[in-house]
């Protein structure tokens, strides 16, 4: 990865500092064990897209991330006042970044990241949130997918179902994903705050109350965050057209998600649901107002 240029100088602090000390955290992420040698390649390849032009991305980065993340970031930890500028920006810069390499999968994911980030606020607030947690949880919802990025690209253009090993393989991105986030946390030192919270919906978002999702988690051991996103997720995966099968309209999603709850089973928690119904018409506008490309 390039990088871009490297000699504006700083004097260590801001985002020109910031996005080397990203770029060098993040070139550490393909030499996880976890990843075999395929995945260790896309995942360099995706970030040398994303890395090639400092100015852009820093561009971008201040006009995504404002005061209200910053103010999230100090306010979710118990020693916030004993954090620096430097700190929080930098925290904002590994999240803003993962959520962008997400993205380079194509703009029919940006225009689910985008809706999801939308619904994520509308929920959070439908169930009393205050603004930070609102702020946090939106800007969190941009990673959910991060562990796609070690998914071969064809996996997702074919036409029909995928076969059992590319099942087992995307049904692997959730943990994929944690450890990319672990290891960001660790090189950062995050113990809470906004990476810890997309960790939870990564790690969490397609386990299903009743226990029967790929990790087993059932009830209140699954994150809150995580069973706050499924409705969010799920929502937005039926209202999109799929290789498989068609989309449905806003009532439809509304009815298959009300229908996960019903017979015996419990795909969502049953005390989040009525804050979904009553914010449903928001995440329908949020839905006709980001398009995914024809």
Do not use: W
Not at 49 to 59: A, G, K
Not at 127 to 150: N, P, Q, S, T, Y
Not at 220 to 249: C, G, M, N, Q
Not at 270 to 292: G, K, M, N, Q, S
């Amino acid at each position: 990865m390039s990088g871009g240029d490297k000699t504006a100088n700083d004097g260590g602090h801001g985002p020109s500092s910031g996005f080397l000390r990203l770029v060098d955290n993040f070139g550490r992420l393909v030499e996880l064990p976890v990843l075999n040698a395929e995945q260790s390649q896309l995942l360099q390849r995706r970030m040398a897209l994303l890395f090639d032009r400092r100015d852009r991305f820093l561009m971008k980065f201040r006009s995504t991330f404002d005061a209200e993340t910053f103010e999230a970031c100090r306010a979710t930890r118990q020693n916030g006042a004993a954090l620096t500028a430097q700190q929080l920006e930098d925290e904002a810069l590994h999240l803003f970044a993962l959520a962008q390499l997400t993205l380079t999968e194509g703009a029919e994911t940006m225009g689910h990241l985008e809706r999801t980030a939308g619904y994520a606020k509308a929920l959070a607030e439908a169930r009393g949130e205050d603004a930070v947690f609102v702020a946090m949880f939106g800007h969190a919802a941009l990673i959910h997918d991060i562990g796609l990025l070690v998914v071969p690209e064809d996996v997702f253009a074919r036409r029909g179902l995928v076969d059992s090993y590319e099942s087992a393989l995307i049904d692997t991105h959730t943990r994929l994903g944690a450890e990319l986030i672990d290891a960001i946390m660790q090189s950062l030192d995050v113990v809470d705050g906004p990476l810890v919270l997309g960790r939870d919906i990564v790690y969490c978002h397609h386990e299903r109350y009743d226990g029967l999702g790929p990790q087993g988690l059932a009830g209140k051991a699954i994150p809150y965050v995580a069973r706050l996103f499924a409705i969010v997720d799920v929502y937005d995966t039926l209202r999109r057209r799929r290789p498989h099968r068609e989309s449905l309209d806003h009532a439809a999603a509304i009815a298959a998600i009300r229908a996960g709850n019903r017979d015996g089973r419990a795909q969502f928690d049953p005390e989040l649901l009525p804050a979904f119904i009553d914010c449903a018409e928001r995440f329908d506008a949020t839905f006709r107002a980001v398009v995914d490309p024809t």
